[in-house]
């Protein structure tokens, strides 16, 4: 039988109440969601695919990047605090709440074809996470910089760093899963 083709569109479609809400308001303050986000829902999700395809040690890296996520919204917060601290995002509430559903279409893909699934998996998450660190946490850091907001700028910057190592590791561990190099549990 020949296995279903498998894009990250498909996966982006799962996680589309999440994309949709976070991609029209790129506010800074919006970025505590998007953390939160990422830390709740999007890589403890990539980190159940990883365990139910059987790959633990990158089930083990997608939740060691989902903690450190949420350092990065503790931060923002923090930075934010001066000026109101951010309500409670509906997007990632309602991103929490769209979950049964992502998980069903999630597993059905899982078991047409497990490796394709984890594969794309590390893809998006390489691009979100090159996203952030080439595009919107720079942006962020050099307007407050050009504003003469220094300590926020540092903040940013520590992001970025954090980010970057983040697509590091990704990109790393989709160089050894397409080598074949990564141990699978079945
Ligand atoms: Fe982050
Ligand atoms: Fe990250």
């Known amino acids: 039988m020949a296995m279903p083709e498998i894009t ?11 994309q949709q809400s ?15 986000y990422e830390n709740q829902i999007m890589y403890p999700e990539f980190a159940r695919w990883a365990e139910k395809a059987g ?3 990158l089930a083990t890296l997608f939740r060691k990047v989902a903690g450190e996520e949420k350092l990065h919204a503790v931060w923002l917060r923090e930075l934010y605090a001066d000026i109101g601290v951010p309500s409670r995002g509906e997007d990632t509430q309602r991103a929490i709440d769209a979950l049964t559903t992502i998980r069903a279409n999630c597993d059905a893909l899982i078991d047409m074809n497990p490796d394709g699934v984890v594969e794309k ?24 910089r050009a504003e003469g907001r220094d300590a926020e700028a540092a903040v940013y910057q520590r992001v970025v760093d954090s980010e970057a190592q983040h697509a590091d590791w990704f990109r790393a561990a989709l ?11 079945h």
Do not use: H, K, N, W
């Not at 506010?27 to 939160?36: G, L, M």
């Open 121 to 144: 998996a590390l893809r998006v998450a390489i691009s979100v996470e090159e996203r952030e660190y080439q595009d919107i946490y720079p942006r962020f850091r050099d307007q407050a």
């Open 22 to 36: 976070t991609a029209g308001s790129a506010t800074a303050e919006s970025f505590v969601d998007v953390e939160e």
């Open 8 to 18: 990250e569109e498909m996966i982006f479609e799962c996680f589309a109440a999440a």
């Open 175 to 185: 160089a050894e899963f397409e080598a074949g190099r990564v141990a699978a549990v």
């Open 55 to 57: 790959y633990p040690q």
